[in-house]
């Protein structure tokens, strides 16, 4: 399994940044797939989780409201539309994939993609 992210780039608060995660899979509906992310000094944290026919999603408190996690089977691709992003909004974000539905701080996926920089403006 292979994931790249793109999409994250610098805004500013209260802006909106749409990521994308290209998975190199034969059946992407097999895959729950996630976004963690990781601010400079801190561990990755769980950000959000979608199960592999979309029915389940899943997101921290913080970003509750204001994030959504979607994606495409046709297509490979998974999404995270992020609004309303505050400047403690800003990490690496990774994107995420696994044959088990899991999510939360717990979960540790098999699979990471290489990471795309969120940087949000005061």
């Known amino acids: 399994v292979q994931l790249q992210a793109s999409g994250g780039g610098l805004v500013q608060a209260g802006g909106s940044l749409r990521l994308s995660c290209a998975a190199s899979?034969?059946?992407?509906?097999?895959?729950?797939m996630g976004w963690f992310q990781q601010a400079p000094g801190k561990e990755r944290e769980f950000v959000a989780a979608i199960s592999g026919s979309a029915g389940n999603t899943y997101y921290a408190d913080s970003v509750k409201g204001r994030f959504t996690i979607s994606r495409d089977n046709a297509k490979n691709m998974v999404y995270l539309q992020m609004n309303s992003l505050k400047p403690e909004d800003t990490a690496v974000y990774y994107c995420t994939a696994d044959l088990r539905w899991r999510y939360g701080n717990s979960w540790s996926p098999p699979w990471w993609g290489q990471g795309t920089q969120v940087t949000v403006s005061s």
């Open positions: 899979v034969h059946t992407l509906s097999n895959y729950a």
